[in-house]
């Protein structure tokens, strides 16, 4: 059965920094992209991130670009998302998903499954 | 605002049918496939129709997916109380060079 499963959310100050992990199985982790999105409180879902299958092409919402890394262990089936300079407005649940694609962009492409999600407030 | 436009909210009584669009642009849906999740209540969204058409296996052919230029629509006929949830379109954006997704449309069974 293909699985991911999401952790790390956690309650972090304006301006600090936390890291979101994702373990993948049931699939040749490699041949597929990863990707974060995120929900913030009685809103709408909005794409964080993606990384390809071997981690060579990354993208970002413009909200987190300079702000978030994503990255990537094919060797342990884990990929991680590091969570810089935070803001009030990244309060959100954070959940990981499994592309269709080796790419992460592009047609013919979704998210599926998608891991149970990890909260992450960001507040004083 | 979403870069995807999907109506707030849907309401239909049960065994009726209704019907969700997702309003996208040429960088988007007019050159790229649209997805549907589906998001009940308290748990995390699932794919519901992929590459504008295709159901996953396990879910029902009530509902169905279409695409027409720059939109596409999430049909769902023979309405139930367990199809109460959110339902939100996403695509593939040249332009953003991202992922994008409607707002999100909640729909009641009255």
């Known amino acids: 059965e293909v699985q991911v499963l999401d952790s790390g959310g956690d309650l972090v100050q304006p301006g600090g920094s936390l890291r979101l992990s994702c373990a993948a199985s049931?699939?040749?982790?490699?041949?597929?992209?990863m990707s974060w999105v995120r929900q913030a409180p009685g809103k709408g879902l909005e794409w964080v991130s993606s990384?390809?299958?071997?981690?060579?092409?990354?993208y970002y919402a413009d909200s987190v670009r300079g702000r978030f890394t994503i990255s990537r262990d094919n060797s342990k089936g884990t990929v991680s998302l590091q969570m810089n300079s935070l803001r009030g407005e990244d309060t959100a649940v954070y959940y990981c998903?499994?592309?269709?694609?080796?790419?992460?962009?592009?047609?013919?492409?979704?998210?599926?499954?998608w891991g149970q999600g990890t909260q992450v407030t960001v507040s004083s | 605002q979403s870069v995807l436009t999907q109506p707030p909210s849907a309401s239909e009584t049960p065994g009726q049918r209704v019907t969700i669009s997702c309003s996208g642009g040429?960088?988007?849906?007019?050159?790229?496939?649209a997805n549907w999740y589906q998001q009940l209540p308290g748990t995390a969204p699932k794919l519901l129709i992929y590459?504008?058409?295709y159901r996953p296996s396990g879910v029902p052919d009530r509902f169905t997916g279409s695409k027409s230029g720059t939109s596409a629509s999430l049909d769902i006929s023979g309405l139930q109380s367990e199809d109460e949830a959110d339902y939100y379109c996403?695509?593939?954006?040249?332009?953003?060079?991202?992922?994008?997704f409607g707002g999100g449309t909640k729909l009641t069974v009255l």
């Open positions: 998903v499994k592309d269709r694609n080796y790419y992460g962009s592009g047609t013919a492409n979704w998210f599926d499954p």
């Open positions: 049931g699939f040749i982790f490699s041949s597929y992209a």
């Open positions: 990384i390809s299958g071997t981690g060579g092409s990354t």
């Open positions: 040429s960088s988007n849906i007019g050159r790229n496939t």
């Open positions: 590459s504008n058409t």
């Open positions: 996403a695509a593939w954006d040249d332009s953003l060079n991202g992922w994008v």
